[in-house]
């Protein structure tokens, strides 16, 4: 009865060493949110602004770029995946990649090829052990990623989408991350980047009368997107890593703190344990006790 006890306290200082862990872990993500948080903030509007600029620019020219302009029969697309480089976020990863396996079934639903391009350490890790092929992956940066990791990433997107599809360009380009709603809401997306799908704001304004204003390009409206072109990328893809970022410090807090709770159930769960055994010690000691002086008495009574 003494081992079994012995066994119950072992087991109740691992999982109270555990459970410092995961507290730790959760503080840790805790923080982090809120510097990712304010990153996320800043980025937004300079990302918004600029799609307004490139949307103004395709809406005021007929130019036809890659940027703006839709290919008749689109035979390539690039998908960008956005995972984490580390675990310990319960499905974060999982969800982003069942996201691009989505997409991807989709445009070869639509009798495209997909390139694809990784980033983050699981992601690579899914598509390696099951020996698919990898356009470009990058890892090492997920939960801070700087701007300087954005153009990294999309420089060989945009090499890709400005070659002709015999060259191995793309028509197309995808990307799917995890967008941060609340501390408790993270949803892993999928958006089109190129081509720019333009909104209806110009064509409600035209149907209500209104004379849209008129741009004059200098030097031309083509240098013009050619110039916004890597700078739109760029900042989409880098709100994309702030916000897939924001979420796996969410996700890794959520999952730290259900893990301390479980934690605090199982050491209470083993302490009651540890107090039948060692009740149940106390009983048998005090039986054999008893037992002990009823035959010692017996005996001495035979002996009278």
Known sequence: ????????????????????????????????????????????????ELTRAVTAVATGSTTKHALTTEVDN?????VLLITSDRGLAGG?????????????????????E????????????????????????WTGFTDSPTYADAKAVAGPLIDAVQKDTAEGGVDELHIVFTEFVSMMTQTAIDDRLLPLSLGTSEAEESSKGEILPLFDFEPSAEDVLDALLPRYVESRIY???????????AATRRAMKS???????LIKSLARLA??????????????????????????????
Not at 114 to 121: A, E, P, Q, S
Not at 241 to 249: C, G, P, R, V
Not at 275 to 304: K, P
């Open 114 to 137: 997909v390139d694809t391009y990784i980033v983050g350490r699981k992601g690579v890790s899914y598509y390696g052990f099951r020996e698919r092929k990898v356009a470009d992956s």
């Open 74 to 78: 689109p035979t390539r697309a690039a």
């Open 1 to 48: 009865m003494g081992a079994k006890l012995r066994v119950y306290k072992r087991r109740i200082r691992s999982v109270t060493a555990t459970k410092k862990i995961t507290k730790a872990m959760e503080m840790i993500a805790a923080s982090r949110i809120v510097k990712a948080q304010r990153k996320v903030a800043a980025s937004t509007p300079y990302a918004s």
């Open 239 to 249: 709100n994309a890593l702030l916000q897939a970022a924001a979420s796996k410090h």
């Open 259 to 265: 893990a301390t709770d479980n934690a605090e159930e």
């Open 275 to 304: 107090n039948a055994a060692r009740q149940a010690e106390i009983t048998q000691e005090i039986s054999e006790i008893v037992g002990g002086a009823s035959a010692l008495a017996d005996a001495t009574a035979g002996s009278d």
């Open 92 to 112: 974060y990863s999982s969800n982003a990649i069942k996201a691009g396996e989505q997409i991807t079934e989709r445009l070869k639903a639509e009798g495209k």
